[in-house]
């Protein structure tokens, strides 16, 4: 099983750009798909971005579509999530998750990932 450690969150002003990187171990990293997902106070975990192992192909959710970029580094084997144009309600507890996937598939899906980071918070205010 891959292991996930996310890091890189913290209280960030609206408009701000993060980039939370998400490390693996344990396997082949390039046979995982990789998403990220998060909760917020009071609401159930959601789908944020996927990306399939090989990097050449991406998914978002609608509210992130041109602000958040998914993108992959297998030589590090990492994971990110570039976000921009920050809103206070992108604040939530951002999760990276891992789904063997050595292919072109990549889900959405919760349900469909078998391995999950500890989760990093992203804050965002004034």
């Known amino acids: 099983q891959v292991q996930l450690v996310e890091s890189g969150g913290g209280l960030v002003q609206p408009g701000g750009s993060p980039r939370p990187p998400c490390a693996a171990s344990?396997?082949?990293?390039?046979?995982?798909?990789m998403g990220w997902f998060r909760q917020a106070p009071g609401k159930e975990r959601e789908f944020v971005a996927a990306?399939?192992?090989?990097?050449?192909?991406?998914k978002y959710t609608d509210s992130v579509k041109g602000r958040f970029t998914i993108s992959r580094d297998n030589a590090k084997s990492t994971v990110y999530l570039q976000m921009s144009s920050l809103r206070p309600e992108d604040t939530a507890v951002y999760y990276c998750?891992?789904?063997?996937?050595?292919?072109?598939?990549?889900?959405?899906?919760?349900?469909?990932?078998?391995?999950w980071g500890q989760g990093t918070q992203v804050t965002v205010s004034s």
């Open positions: 344990g396997r082949t990293f390039v046979n995982y798909a």
């Open positions: 998750a891992a789904k063997f996937a050595p292919g072109n598939w990549y889900p959405t899906r919760e349900s469909e990932y078998s391995a």
């Open positions: 990306i399939q192992g090989s990097g050449a192909s991406s």
